[in-house]
């Protein structure tokens, strides 16, 4: 079995463009409003403001004119009131930031006239395609070294079986991690109401004896900690390891869906021209097209690939982040225990 289509790597991809979705800072006085985006891409170096809608329009305009390429879903919309839930918001943004990375690195869509202009153009008005990409694509020449329609109907079998395996298992490392990462960020909280409770505590009163007095320094010290301990870097950390898992993840799960478009077409597509003439040019476009639509499944079942073995090969950066964050943790509540037992040595702890 051959095949002439060009292999392509994670870091050849990653080298097409770099994307990035900032929520634009919020208005005040707004009871109801609509979430803005900054979004930059360094491959055009701009830098342009988008509303959610806007990428809803991107998404519909890609859907319809690559019918046979993996354009995963968008994240859900929801009426945010109030500025919307912080943590959904930032969930969201980062979704959109995935999503947009995927089209931006795809070796076809990242050409894309209409991406160009979402990326660039200050206003967007973008018109529904009126054909797909097979159309706009034309007569397609059979090289000799091309696979068979036969090669590639049993690559997509098999290729669709891996990769709904890949996902599986991608999903399942996700939800490990997030439940570790969980209970880090569980730690972190408990030891600043620690601190909180313990700074209460820690007020003086004019009845304290002497033990008294020493008991609320070492609460004092103890409680100042484990207030003024940042984490917020660490958890920056720990969210940029885990978004590389979540890009493969979106990757492979958009291949997944990809292919159960791809059944359910396929199927269609041969009965049809099964039907037809032999030799009428309505079946003739019907088997160009299935050929078409399987040629697109195989390139797309390796770009799914590229994302899922990047993730993998990651797994030691990112055990070794999640290792990093639970011993700074640990180390954080034997600094309480110094500081507790000897609060004038605090400062020798925090350095």
């Known amino acids: 079995?051959?095949?002439?289509?060009?292999?392509?790597?994670?870091?050849?991809?990653?080298?097409?463009?770099?994307?990035?979705?900032?929520?634009?800072p919020e208005r005040k006085g707004l009871i109801l409003k609509h979430c803005e985006y900054y979004v930059s891409s360094r491959r055009h170096g701009t830098t342009v403001t988008r509303r959610y809608n806007e990428f809803v329009q991107l998404y519909d305009v890609l859907y319809a004119k690559y019918p046979y390429r993996a354009v995963c879903s968008l994240p859900p919309k929801?009426?945010?009131?109030?500025?919307g839930s912080p943590l959904f918001l930032q969930r969201r943004c980062?979704?959109?930031?995935?999503?947009?990375?995927?089209?931006?690195?795809?070796?076809?869509?990242?050409?894309d006239a209409d991406l160009r202009t979402f990326l660039c153009e200050t206003s967007l008005k973008l018109d529904r395609p009126k054909h797909d990409e097979f159309i706009l694509a034309g007569t397609q020449e059979n090289n000799p070294g091309d696979m068979s329609i036969d090669e590639m109907q049993e690559s997509f079998m098999s290729e669709q079986e891996q990769l709904?395996?890949?996902?599986?298992?991608?999903?399942?490392?996700?939800?490990?991690?997030?439940?570790?990462?969980?209970?880090?960020?569980?730690?972190?909280?408990?030891?600043?109401?620690?601190?909180?409770?313990?700074n209460a505590l820690s007020a003086p009163s004019v009845a304290d004896t002497a033990r008294w007095t020493r008991i609320r320094e070492s609460m004092k010290a103890a409680a100042e900690l484990a207030l003024?301990?940042?984490?917020?870097?660490?958890?920056?950390?720990?969210?940029?390891?885990m978004e590389g898992m979540l890009l493969a993840l979106d990757a492979v799960g958009a291949y997944r869906q990809l292919c159960s478009r791809l059944t359910r077409g396929l199927h269609a597509e041969r009965a049809a021209a099964a039907a037809a003439?032999?030799?009428?040019?309505?079946?003739?476009?019907l088997r160009a097209r299935h050929r078409y639509a399987l040629r697109c499944a195989v390139e797309e079942a390796r770009i799914a690939r590229v994302y899922a073995l990047s993730a993998l090969e990651h797994l030691p950066e990112l055990l070794r982040t999640l290792g990093t964050a639970h011993a700074r943790v640990a180390a954080l509540w034997a600094d309480l225990h110094t500081a507790l037992r000897h609060p004038h040595s605090k400062q020798a702890a925090k350095d």
Do not use: Y
């Open 164 to 198: 709904r395996l890949a996902h599986l298992g991608l999903d399942r490392l996700f939800k490990i991690f997030e439940k570790v990462e969980g209970r880090c960020d569980s730690e972190r909280s408990d030891i600043r109401e620690l601190g909180a409770a313990l």
């Open 277 to 285: 003439a032999p030799r009428c040019a309505a079946a003739s476009a």
């Open 78 to 83: 929801r009426v945010v009131v109030g500025g």
């Open 94 to 111: 980062a979704a959109l930031q995935r999503w947009l990375t995927l089209v931006a690195r795809h070796p076809v869509l990242a050409h």
């Open 1 to 24: 079995m051959t095949d002439n289509t060009v292999d392509v790597t994670f870091e050849e991809l990653e080298a097409t463009d770099v994307i990035s979705v900032d929520l634009v």
């Open 228 to 241: 003024e301990t940042s984490e917020s870097q660490l958890e920056v950390t720990e969210q940029e390891a």
